[in-house]
């Protein structure tokens, strides 16, 4: 089972819409990442969130983090082309192997002109 | 700061072919790095971690002796695909971090290997 649960799997949305994209996991964790990764580049670190119920704001995107840091979204206002991409949550998780960010599969975003 | 430059950013080459991906830490010196695989549609999923002057510690199920990793030096890590296959074909990135696992990570602009 996979250990970060992203939803929805595919978004295709018009320009100006709001939109929430979704991380959840049964298990509980010190600190949750966001990322955005485009076609044929690597990830880039949008935030991180520490504390349960911690709102953080990025121009128009808002992360939260659940209270008992299980879960965590990701809302856009007024979505723009340019938040086109993969947006992927990602965790500092050992479980039965090494300690390593595992990464959910992510939300592919198509912000529509 | 923290640029992580990855080359190439595509291959493509005939099965059986050994291929060496490049990834270099530009502005910072990397104690660790990183190599994740990411199949189309899939996560990134960690393969190995190789700190500077050690031997790669590779995940379960990923073969050493067919992704040789290098990590000669605190800006420069290599990972060599050796005798590379189909099924192979795959989007490699590096990332680096200045400490243990748990530092941030900075992530490379990945490599698109294709094998026919």
């Known amino acids: 089972t996979q250990l970060l649960e992203q939803s929805p799997q595919f978004l295709s949305i018009q320009e100006g819409e709001n939109l929430t994209v979704y991380c959840n996991s049964s298990?509980?964790?010190?600190?949750l990442q966001w990322y955005r990764q485009e076609p044929g580049e690597g990830p880039v670190l949008l935030v991180t969130v520490v504390t349960g119920g911690e709102v953080k704001k990025l121009k128009r995107l808002t992360f939260q983090f659940g209270d008992a840091r299980k879960d965590s979204s990701l809302h856009i206002t007024a979505a723009q082309p340019g938040d086109t991409g993969l947006y992927l949550c990602a965790v500092y998780y050992s479980g039965a192997g090494s300690y390593q960010l595992t990464f959910g599969k992510g939300t592919k975003l198509s912000v529509i002109p | 700061g923290a640029v992580v430059s990855q080359h190439p950013s595509r291959v493509i080459c005939k099965s059986g072919t050994s291929v060496k991906i490049e990834c270099r830490s530009l502005?910072?010196?990397?104690?660790?790095m990183f190599w994740y695989r990411q199949f189309p549609k899939q996560s990134l999923m960690l393969m190995a971690t190789s700190n500077e002057g050690s031997k790669a510690t590779y995940e379960q199920g990923v073969e050493k002796d067919k992704f040789l990793i290098n990590h000669a030096s605190l800006t420069l890590s290599t990972l060599t695909v050796t005798s590379a296959h189909p099924e192979d074909s795959s989007f490699y990135i590096c990332?680096?971090?200045?400490?243990?696992?748990?530092?941030?990570?900075?992530f490379g602009d990945g490599t698109r290997l294709s094998i026919l």
């Open positions: 298990s509980v964790f010190s600190s």
């Open positions: 990332s680096a971090s200045r400490g243990p696992s748990n530092q941030p990570q900075h």
């Open positions: 502005d910072f010196q990397a104690t660790t």
